[in-house]
């Protein structure tokens, strides 16, 4: 069932805390559907900003109030001094509680999707697309150094973030617990894992555990999960990032609901 939820921005060269200022930045937010709380816009003055009004009224249209403020105060706002006459300030984005997660997976097979510590925004929108889209239960990703829901994952997403649990944890390794507890089995996708996928038992409940994208999965993490599984490569040039990774193993795990195949099948 779709969930309205809205969005928080990330600390990033055009976004911070919950303000995203700068022309081209506001524009993506307003075309993914971002939830606006409100908007800044400069005075005019002197000859009419044509770029700059055709914004303030596509934010009006969106019903974005628009508060139009001397130049001085969207400076005092900027972090980095671009933000080009037009400052926007986000919606919280309200993340599920990991409990939700688990009761959105019901009782039979179900998937979760585990990030340790990926950060790039644009990787973590695809792989929450991907989720969805192959019907995952849920996302769990860590409070913090990690990617939170922020303009880029609405764009990426494709407006995912809005209808899939989305669960900040404190503690990874404890979540996982957690979701073991829950009858999840963990896997630790890495390419250092003896067995592939094929062979891997990666059909029912799976809580899919995905490593950040310089770092990949930690210790710690690791040690909590009950396999490890790796994709076949026969290429020579470094293994996929972590959202086509991710793309590939979620789709594993559908043809195994889907097909009834069993590891190797």
């Known amino acids: ?38 908007a800044l816009v400069q005075e005019r003055s002197g000859e009419r900003d044509q770029a700059l009004e055709k914004i303030a009224a596509r934010l009006g249209e969106a019903g974005v109030p628009v508060e139009r403020v001397p130049r001085g105060r969207l400076d005092a706002l900027s972090s980095h001094g671009a933000h080009q006459g037009v400052v926007v300030r986000t919606c919280p984005f309200e993340y599920a509680s990991l409990s939700e997660v688990i009761a959105a997976a019901g009782e039979g097979p179900a998937l979760v999707v585990v990030l340790d510590h990926v950060t790039d925004q644009g990787n973590f929108g695809a792989i929450v697309r991907t989720a969805e889209v192959v019907g995952a239960a849920g996302v769990v990703v860590a409070k913090a150094r990690a990617a939170s829901v922020g303009v880029g994952a609405y764009k990426t997403s494709a407006g995912a973030v809005m209808h899939l649990p989305i669960a900040q944890v404190p503690n990874l390794a404890r979540a996982i617990e957690e979701l073991q507890a829950a009858g999840f089995w963990a896997c630790a996708a890495t390419e250092h894992a003896e067995q592939d996928v094929w062979h891997a038992p990666f059909a029912g409940r799976l809580a899919l555990v995905m490593g950040s994208e310089g770092e990949g999965i930690s210790r710690l993490v690791a040690e909590k999960c009950d396999f490890s599984c790796r994709l076949p490569q026969r290429g020579r040039v470094e293994s996929l990032n972590v959202a086509q990774a991710t793309t590939v193993l979620c789709y594993e795990w559908l043809r195994r609901q889907e097909t009834g195949g069993e590891a190797g099948a």
């Open 1 to 38: 069932m779709p969930r309205p939820l809205p969005g928080a921005a990330r600390r990033g060269p055009q976004e911070r805390g919950d303000l995203i200022e700068g022309r081209r930045a506001v524009e993506e937010a307003l075309a993914c559907g971002m939830p606006l709380r409100s």
